[in-house]
């Protein structure tokens, strides 16, 4: 099988344009974010049908605490709604949660319900359904530096031991090994920039990008970006 053909293991999407989508329809902002998490589901169900072991979702940023109050605890209540909703389909098809962030600083309940669904899909073994909830990677490849540099400064590694691999390690992503880099990333709505994600495991990402808003952005969409990848010639640096 040639490099272009491997499967597509870790898919990431920053899932853009909500508030447009609203915004276009006359309507107010959470209408968008309620549509955008609703459509989680369909591209989840549909990424699991195409054999995709890690989906990423890039859900709020360390950066949206800026946003109007109003928004961000609404928010911050999506993710109770979502597992509320979705969590018994998210069993049956063997999807397992994980939270990457800094859930520490997420309001109680959020944390909870977090905690929760990922304690309750801990044994399923199919994809691995990943949310970037209040994740930003510099402040990710910070904190990971500093606790190599802990490690350092005790004496538990020497200085010439630190490696691109030690880094990943201490990366939010280590425990999606050994899919914590994702082989293609789709930003819908338009706008190409990164935004902050995943700055070091996208060294060597595919990039598509889609005007579609993410609450418009469907399976069919899904499938032609996918089929797309499998289609490039991913060389690594390598002739």
């Known amino acids: 099988m040639s490099e272009s053909k491997?499967?597509?293991?870790?898919?990431?999407?920053?899932?853009?344009?909500?508030?447009?989508?609203?915004?276009?329809?006359?309507?107010?902002?959470?209408v968008g974010h309620r549509h955008g998490m609703d459509n989680i589901r369909n591209i989840a169900l549909a990424a699991n049908?195409?054999?995709?072991?890690?989906?990423?979702?890039?859900?709020?940023?360390?950066?949206?605490?800026?946003?109007?109050?109003?928004?961000?605890?609404?928010?911050?209540?999506?993710?109770?709604?979502?597992?509320?909703?979705?969590?018994?389909?998210?069993?049956?098809?063997?999807?397992?949660?994980?939270?990457?962030?800094?859930?520490?600083?997420?309001?109680?309940?959020?944390?909870?319900?977090?905690?929760k669904a990922m304690a309750e899909t801990a044994n399923n073994t199919g994809m691995v359904l990943n949310f970037a909830f209040n994740y930003g990677s510099r402040r990710e490849i910070t904190a990971g530096v500093q606790e190599i540099a802990r490690k350092v400064k005790v004496g538990e590694i020497d200085i010439d031991d630190i490696?691109?691999?030690?880094?990943?390690?201490?990366?939010?992503?280590?425990?999606l090994a050994p899919y914590e880099d994702p082989d293609l990333l789709i930003r819908t709505s338009g706008e190409e920039r990164l935004s902050n994600f995943l700055l070091w495991q996208m060294a060597y990402t595919e990039f598509s990008f889609s005007d579609k808003l993410w609450p418009d952005f469907d399976k069919t969409d899904l499938e032609e970006l996918v089929k797309d990848y499998q289609g490039r010639n991913r060389r690594f640096g390598k002739v």
């Open 6 to 30: 491997k499967p597509l293991n870790h898919l990431a999407i920053i899932m853009d344009g909500n508030g447009r989508w609203a915004k276009k329809r006359h309507l107010p902002r959470f």
């Open 49 to 115: 049908k195409l054999g995709i072991k890690v989906l990423t979702l890039y859900a709020f940023s360390t950066e949206n605490w800026a946003r109007p109050t109003d928004e961000v605890n609404y928010l911050m209540r999506l993710p109770i709604d979502f597992f509320d909703k979705f969590m018994p389909e998210l069993m049956k098809n063997n999807v397992r949660v994980n939270i990457m962030g800094f859930v520490d600083e997420l309001p109680e309940k959020t944390y909870l319900v977090t905690q």
């Open 163 to 175: 490696s691109e691999k030690m880094v990943s390690d201490h990366l939010l992503t280590h425990s």
